[in-house]
């Protein structure tokens, strides 16, 4: 039931942010992006999807997406969702916040966490900028003594953290008849 919960949330959620108006009667390129995350908001392994809100590589945008976290005796499924905002062409700096829901399996089935993160990071461009490369620090804010927390031997609610991740730049010419 809260797995259902969690991902019909991310869909709304992704959902009402991906019809974004535009802003040019001319065609564009509109651009967004999948990329596989190691760490950060994820906290595990996950896959997450990206759109900025205006026509090309700078500006506010989302994030959604799901992952896996194994810990010693439990794994987790996560759902990490964000806002953030992207500055720079090639080589950018990136800031963001969002939560990531954890549902735990095995023993601790009936247990699931909210995490609040806030993230920072550096993202460039490679192989003629069809392929994104980043790295970033991404903090997560806990209840006080959170499973996510007590696995990580980390004792209190604030977790330090960070990921690196590798995408692909997903491009769609897209015109609008006046």
């Known amino acids: 039931m ?3 919960f969690l991902f019909f949330t991310v869909v709304i959620f992704s959902h009402s942010f991906s019809h974004a108006q ?7 390129s509109e651009e967004s992006q999948l990329f ?7 906290v595990g392994l996950s896959l997450n999807y990206e759109k900025l809100f205006w026509k090309g590589r700078n500006g506010i945008g989302f994030s959604a997406g799901t ?15 964000g806002i953030d905002y992207v500055h720079g062409k090639k080589h950018a700096f990136e800031l963001g916040f969002g ?3 954890l ?10 966490e909210w995490m609040f993160y ?3 990071g550096y993202r460039q461009l490679l192989l003629n ?8 620090f991404s903090p997560f804010l806990a209840r006080q003594g959170s499973l996510l927390a007590s696995n990580l031997g980390v004792n209190g609610k604030f977790i330090p953290y960070g990921g690196l991740s590798l995408g692909v730049l997903l491009k769609k010419k897209r015109s609008r008849s006046t």
Do not use: H, M, Q
């Not at 596989?36 to 994820?42: K, L, N, R």
């Not at 549902?103 to 601790?108: P, S």
């Not at 900028?129 to 970033?136: K, L, S």
């Open 118 to 120: 806030f993230l920072g």
């Open 103 to 112: 549902v735990f399996t095995g023993k601790y089935s009936s247990d699931s």
């Open 129 to 136: 900028g069809d392929i994104i490369g980043r790295i970033f």
């Open 67 to 81: 992952g896996l976290c194994p810990f010693i005796d439990a794994a987790a499924l996560t759902v990490p969702f």
């Open 22 to 28: 535009e802003t040019d009667a001319k065609a564009r």
């Open 2 to 4: 809260k797995t259902a």
């Open 36 to 42: 596989g995350e190691a760490s950060g908001p994820g």
């Open 99 to 101: 939560s990531t829901p």
